[in-house]
Structures are given as structure tokens and as C-alpha cells.
């Protein structure tokens, strides 16, 4: 989605293992792209154009691609962090987010704390392999997704909810306490509307 639309939506790159090409091709037309940090470079690999590249620019050099390149020079978050903040100061709400999957614990555990500190109004999507994981933020509105009967997903607290509720589910909830915990582990969709709604951040992460 092009800026000046009245939402904008980007697609990120990130240096995780490569995604599958079903799983890319799910997601339709990825542009804009922006590509975070070594992430430019596999995305290239696979034809895709990079609009431009941020974060510290530790895992790509200026002679490794054609995209344009931005370095952020902030030590306190990582790259994606880093990345999601400046596309938010240029209008974009929404992003998509794949090349996450692989790395070191401490990498994986980063991407979930990408999910906690960023703003409440941006819109988080993780594409897996196998796998979507929504951020959902505390609101008045219920998030709702229509899911196949005995659709697997699991429901986590990112932050401690007083109050979570899970309708639309094998094993549901009612303005429970919920904290970061695997109580949400492998719930099964009854089929139609799963609906969930917090006072938390809440990561719903639902298996392909």
C-alpha cells in the first residue's frame, strides 16, 4: 500500500530462516517491503524488491543490495523494534512481519518482546511457517478471526491480564486472570467466530 492511502500497511523482512515460498505467496502482493537489516538480503535472494533498509546495518553492507539504506542508530531495542518505530513516524499502522522464525533463544525471545513496547495502535502481524501470530491490544472492541472447526491456536498473555475472555473455543474464558503462563497452550476453534478481548497485551497465535 502506497503512502498517502488512508491505511498504510508495510511488509517487513526480517534476517530469521527463509520462509517457504506457499507460505510468501499466502500473503499476496508484499509492497511496500522494507527489509530489516540482513533481511534485505533474503528477500532479494528471492526476486523481491526491497523499497529501503533499516536497523544498525551490522549484517549488510551498502554494495550487498539495491535497496536504499537507513541506519538507526538506537542501542536500547532491536532492529525490528527499531524498524516498526521509524515506519510509524511515516504513517504506517499495519505491518506484516516474516523472516522471524530460527536464531539464537535470545533472538526468538526479542521478537516477542517486539510485540510488548510497541505502541498500543499499530497492528502486529508474525507470518511462520506454519503458524500467525496476532498482537492484540487492550481495547473496548472484541478481536474477532473466523476459524475451521478444531482449528489449533494458543493464547498467550504478552502482559498480565486481569481480565481475559475467550469465546468461540473448546475451553473458554470469562474475565479471567491470565498471566504469561502455557495455560493458553493448544485450544481448539469450535467453528465460525473465536473471540477474544483483554485488558492485556495478548499474543493469539493460530496454526495453519
Given amino acids: 500500500m502506497l503512502e498517502g492511502s488512508e491505511e498504510l500497511r508495510a511488509f517487513l523482512w526480517c ?4 520462509p517457504t515460498r506457499e507460505m510468501i505467496k499466502s500473503l499476496g502482493d ?16 528471492y526476486g ?15 554494495h550487498e543490495s539495491r535497496s536504499k539504506m537507513k541506519k538507526l542508530n538506537d542501542d536500547s531495542c532491536s532492529d525490528l523494534t527499531k524498524t516498526i518505530l521509524e515506519l510509524s513516524k511515516r504513517g504506517y499502522e499495519e505491518f506484516d512481519i516474516l523472516g522471524i522464525d530460527g536464531g539464537s533463544p535470545g533472538h526468538i525471545l526479542g521478537i516477542w518482546g517486539t ?3 510497541l505502541p498500543l495502535q499499530l497492528r502486529i502481524r508474525l507470518h511462520h511457517n506454519n503458524a500467525t501470530t496476532y498482537r492484540i491490544t487492550p481495547g473496548k472492541d472484541n478481536f474477532q478471526i473466523n476459524l475451521t472447526k478444531n482449528q489449533l491456536f494458543s493464547v498467550y498473555a504478552l502482559t498480565r491480564c486481569e481480565k481475559i475472555s ?10 479471567d486472570l491470565l498471566d504469561f503462563s ?12 473465536l473471540s477474544i478481548k483483554g485488558d492485556g497485551l495478548i499474543a493469539l497465535i493460530i496454526e495453519n
Avoid: Y
Fill in 15 to 18: 534476517n530469521g530462516d527463509m
Fill in 182 to 193: 502455557t495455560r493458553g497452550l493448544h485450544n481448539r476453534a469450535n467453528g465460525g467466530a
Fill in 115 to 117: 510485540l510488548v513496547e
Fill in 48 to 62: 523481491f524488491f526491497v523499497k529501503e533498509t533499516l536497523g544498525d546495518l551490522d549484517s549488510i553492507k551498502k
Fill in 166 to 175: 475467550i469465546k468461540g473455543a473448546q475451553w473458554e474464558l470469562d474475565d
Fill in 30 to 45: 508484499l509492497n511496500p517491503l522494507f527489509g530489516v537489516d540482513g533481511g534485505t538480503k533474503k528477500a532479494e535472494s
